[in-house]
């Protein structure tokens, strides 16, 4: 079973596989939609004030980082949330090497399926969302972050050993920081730990007892799931930061992000279409049995009329003068026989699922026209020609009796053979409804 939930930490990967993981020093292969979690090798962290607007934030916070020292290659930075300040800023950062970062994607467009990769620093302030505080544990390495409207402190801390001792002296020292930055500013609240991964033993207990007295705030323990290694015991809270951060804040580019999303929700997705399409298919059916019933009426009221002008020849009253009282009602008529002659949407999709088969995949369908003219977008199917897939989409809305031109595609362009067409009855063209 292919894993759904990956931690890449200190050079590991864990994956898990429905209830049960696995620890390896070689990637994955992934799911359907895998989510990873990676601190990108413990890439460099923190909260900068910089004076410049937020757009350049990325730019100036790497050139600082290069001129302290702090790094010594070409980094990516990520920049998780920032405040504007003035005319500056001040912004939670993750900078990564170029190289892990091109590392990372490289696997992943080797990869079948989709996998999209969160920063622990991102998962950290969608936790912090819900709290005012939360504290990330990752085996002797202690880190918090307050993330407040107007407030943004980050502050991590790593213990020589496994020693508590030296656990304990690592997170006293990680909550003095912490409280030096925070002072003046109010007390805390509720911060959440959150074990994302730590040896599975009794020392949660006492850890969070030294957080709740010394920041005087109340401490809530994220659920956890544990697992055996070679190495022993572990527990984590992977899949509470996982739940927690949402798709948009993928490291990924927009198009994997947005095909990520969609395929994760593609059941709720399913669900809320075939509620519209039975909701379509109830009001076109109403609408076309009025329609009939008044085209019944109004064939009923011409013969009416037809026998009036008959029994009328020779008198001085024309036959429009009789009408006029109902020419409003046959006005009306006419227009619900036109409704019958309407682009049918239900037909059109019908005919486009059939179209793209398994080797295509619609993004997004528009009505462009009100004559049924619709805009579809998609890609081919990971895996397949899109030579091949494109050329058997086309030839068969083409068989189904459809015009099909091409669209510029726009900004989509970024992901391989995206395409968009605009498509409509060929005999809508000649100038025939169908």
């Not at 003068?321 to 409003?328: G, S, T, V, W």
């Not at 088969?357 to 997004?364: A, I």
């Not at 009796?401 to 000649?430: C, I, K, L, M």
Request: with cysteine.
């Amino acid at each position: 079973m292919k894993p759904d939930l990956i931690l890449s930490l200190d050079g590991l990967w864990y994956s898990r596989s429905g209830d049960s993981w696995e620890v390896s020093a070689d990637r994955p292969r992934l799911g359907a939609v895998s989510r990873i979690l990676t601190d990108f090798d413990a890439a460099p962290a923190g909260v900068m004030t910089i004076d410049t607007k937020p757009d350049f934030a990325g730019a100036v916070i790497e050139k600082r980082l290069r001129s302290e020292g702090l790094v010594d290659t070409e980094t990516h930075v990520l920049t998780h949330r920032v405040i504007p300040l003035g005319g500056g800023c001040r912004a939670l950062y993750c900078a990564v090497p170029v190289a892990d970062w091109q590392a990372m994607f490289a696997w992943l467009n080797h990869e079948t399926s989709i996998g999209l990769v969160y920063s622990i620093t991102a998962g950290m302030v969608a936790l912090a969302q819900r709290h005012d505080a939360v504290v990330c544990r990752t085996g002797r390495q202690f880190r918090l972050l307050v993330s407040k409207p107007n407030t943004l402190i980050y502050v991590a801390t790593t213990a020589f050993s496994d020693d508590p001792d030296d656990l304990d002296a690592a997170l006293v020292n990680l909550i003095d920081q912490t409280r030096a930055q925070w002072q003046g500013r109010g007390e805390l609240v509720s911060v959440l730990w959150c074990d994302l991964l730590a040896a599975d033993n009794d020392d949660v207990a006492r850890l969070t007892k030294q957080v709740s007295q010394r920041l005087g705030a109340s401490v809530a323990i994220a659920p956890v799931t544990r697992f055996t290694t070679k190495a022993g015991n572990m527990r984590t809270a992977a899949d509470v930061m996982a739940q927690a951060v949402a798709w948009h804040a993928a490291v990924n580019p927009w198009p994997d992000r947005i095909a990520g999303a969609a395929n994760q929700y593609r059941t709720r997705v399913a669900a809320v279409t075939a509620m519209i399409g039975v909701a379509l298919f109830g009001v076109a059916t109403f609408w076309t049995t009025e329609a009939l019933q008044s085209q019944a009426r109004a064939a009923g009221l011409r013969a009416d009329a037809d026998a009036i002008s008959r029994r009328n020849v020779g008198l001085d009253l024309p036959a429009e003068r009789l009408l006029a009282p109902h020419f409003d009602t046959l006005r009306f008529l006419d227009g619900l026989a036109g409704a019958v002659k309407s682009p049918d949407p239900l037909g059109f999709m019908t005919d486009l699922r059939r179209a793209a088969g398994q080797n295509v995949r619609v993004m997004r369908v528009r009505m462009t026209s009100p004559e049924g003219i619709y805009r579809v977008d998609g890609v081919p199917v990971a895996g397949t020609s899109a030579d091949r897939a494109l050329s058997g989409f086309l030839s068969a809305l083409r068989l189904a009796g459809y015009q099909v031109n091409a669209e510029d595609p726009g900004n989509q362009t970024q992901q391989p053979a995206f395409f968009s067409y605009s498509v409509r009855r060929a005999s809508d063209v000649d100038g025939v409804k169908g």
